[in-house]
T-cell receptor, first 119, second 112 residues
Framework: DADVTQTPRNRITKTGKRIMLECSQT?????MYWYRQDPGLGLRLIYY???????NKGEISDGYSVSRQAQAKFSLSLESAIPNQTALYFC??????????????????FGPGTRLLVL | RKEVEQDPGPFNVPEGATVAFNCTYS??????FFWYRQDCRKEPKLLMS???SGNEDGRFTAQLNRASQYISLLIRDSKLSDSATYLC?????????????FGKGTLLTVNP
């Protein structure tokens, strides 16, 4: 079974609709993230959470909200979808580890992605 | 200088070739760096990390030049299965701020 799962995998919706993308992980990581990927723009961070009570905006949070229901669950909502939110959305988790003396690093583990089309 | 900038590509190379990608970053405070691999329509996956001067894993070598603020990825003896997009990733954590910046990626196609 996949460690990081996303539902739905594909979604078509209409402008103005509210939709929710869900992410679950079995890795036991505290840190979770939501990204969107657009052709030519790369991956951009929407929101991130370092534990259940922590929510932080990323670089493109406008038009989105998130909820961290539990350590294992992090959902992303589009309150009123618009066509320029059409993108591939990835959830990710990470767990910091000591990589070298005095240095902490982390590996991000991504879910399979959700393809969203807003008409 | 952009936060993270990669060779635009695409790179088309024959099997067995050696290919190198470069990535420059603007934040001199960044301490760790990563290369991720992303197959078409799939999620990114960690390929290599580099913290000090470099890291080698089989046919893959990642090098870091802090003075010039760039990292590179070298692939030797390219295989068809190396065809993918390679993403340069530079994290930055300072105080209460956290940021992970992905490059736009470099597309590699290895041809028979």
């Amino acid at each position: 079974d996949a460690d990081v799962t996303q539902t739905p995998r594909n979604r078509i919706t209409k402008t103005g609709k509210r939709i929710m993308l869900e992410c679950s992980q079995t890795k036991g990581h505290d840190r979770m993230y939501w990204y969107r990927q657009d052709p030519g723009l790369g991956l951009r961070l929407i929101y991130y959470s370092f534990d259940v009570k922590d929510i932080n905006k990323g670089e493109i949070s406008d038009g989105y909200s998130v909820s961290r229901q539990a350590q294992a669950k992090f959902s992303l909502s589009l309150e009123s979808a618009i066509p320029n939110q059409t993108a591939l959305y990835f959830c990710a988790t990470s767990d910091p580890y000591p990589s070298e003396p005095g240095l902490t690093s982390e590996t991000q583990y991504f879910g399979p992605g959700t393809r969203l089309l807003v008409l | 200088r952009k936060e993270v900038e990669q060779d635009p590509g695409p790179f088309n190379v024959p099997e067995g070739a050696t290919v190198a990608f470069n990535c420059t970053y603007s934040n001199s405070a960044s301490q760790s760096f990563f290369w991720y691999r992303q197959d078409c329509r799939k999620e990114p996956k960690l390929l290599m990390s580099v913290y000090s001067s470099g890291n080698e894993d089989g046919r893959f070598t990642a090098q870091l030049n802090r003075a010039s603020q760039y990292i590179s990825l070298l692939i030797r003896d390219s295989k068809l299965s190396d065809s993918a997009t390679y993403l340069c990733v530079v994290p930055y954590s300072g105080g209460s701020n956290y940021k992970l910046t992905f490059g736009k990626g470099t597309l590699l196609t290895v041809n028979p």
